[in-house]
Nanobody, 115 residues
């Protein structure tokens, strides 16, 4: 049974930092592409960061330079380091694993950026 479990969300002030984790089980983690998405209330889910099985990363412009995705294949875990957080970064953050058209999602973790 595949499970992706996110953690590390919470309330942070603007300009602050958070590190999210996503622990995977039930998959050959090292060969999967991993990604983080987020969804704000009333908005569509959007891509935040992606990391390939080889460690290549990609970010959309709205987080580039502030967010960093990384993976530890020994721990079957992908991370999202978020710095210089803004109120518009608020939302539920999900991790996703993808391989050859198969995809799995975690349940999400809430991130709230507010003073």
């Amino acid at each position: 049974q595949v499970q992706l479990v996110e953690s590390g969300g919470g309330l942070v002030q603007p300009g602050g930092s958070l590190r999210l984790s996503c622990a995977a089980s039930g998959i050959a983690f090292s060969i999967f592409t991993m990604a983080w998405y987020r969804q704000a209330t009333g908005k569509q889910r959007e891509l935040v960061a992606v990391i390939s099985s080889m460690g290549s990363t990609n970010y959309p412009d709205y987080v580039k330079g502030r967010f960093t995705i990384s993976r530890d294949n020994a721990k079957n875990t992908v991370y999202l380091q978020m710095n210089s957080l803004k109120p518009e970064d608020t939302g539920v953050y999900y991790c996703k694993s993808t391989l050859h058209g198969f995809e799995y999602w975690g349940q999400g973790t809430q991130v709230t950026v507010s003073s």
